[in-house]
């Protein structure tokens, strides 16, 4: 499915929509899962100009996905049939005038001990607490 990129007609700016959702993982995910999601991710949120924060903890996840609107509903269908989770409970979902996460294809935190794998994009969550990223990726799902 093509994707277009809306603009607002008399600015030519992109406009964004973030949303955030938080799922439960089909089953508990190791390193080498972890690892392949996050490639096909970036990999897919790269071909629709989506940026974004996943954060799996506890086999539960929270992800901020943000982008071109029509983008944005692309993936959201995508993850809504996705069996590597269930349980989808869209937390937030509207218009924003800017990236939070525009740094990444998609940054992501879980662990600490992921620290040694040196991957470009994580944030550790560990005893001390939540890198800043995922801070902000949490306080986007409470909010």
């Known amino acids: 499915m093509p994707?277009?990129?809306n603009t607002w007609p008399l600015f030519g700016v992109i406009m964004l929509e973030r949303l955030?959702?938080?799922s439960k993982a089909t089953h508990k995910l190791g390193s080498l899962h972890l690892?392949?999601?996050l490639l096909q991710c970036r990999k897919r949120n790269r071909e629709l100009g989506?940026?974004?924060h996943l954060l799996y903890t506890e086999e539960i996840f929270v992800q901020c996905i943000e982008g071109p609107p029509d983008a944005v509903e692309v993936l959201w269908r995508s993850l809504k049939h996705d069996d590597r989770h269930y349980n989808l409970e869209l937390l937030s979902r509207g218009p924003e005038s800017s990236r939070r996460f525009g740094d990444w294809s998609m940054a992501f935190s879980t662990y600490a001990h992921f620290n040694k794998y040196e991957i470009p994009g994580f944030f550790p969550v560990d005893e001390a607490g939540m890198?800043?990223?995922a801070q902000?990726?949490?306080a986007l799902a409470l909010a």
């Open 3 to 5: 994707v277009t990129h």
């Open 20 to 22: 955030v959702y938080r």
């Open 35 to 37: 690892f392949n999601l």
């Open 50 to 52: 989506i940026t974004g």
């Open 131 to 133: 890198s800043e990223a």
């Open 136 to 138: 902000r990726c949490a």
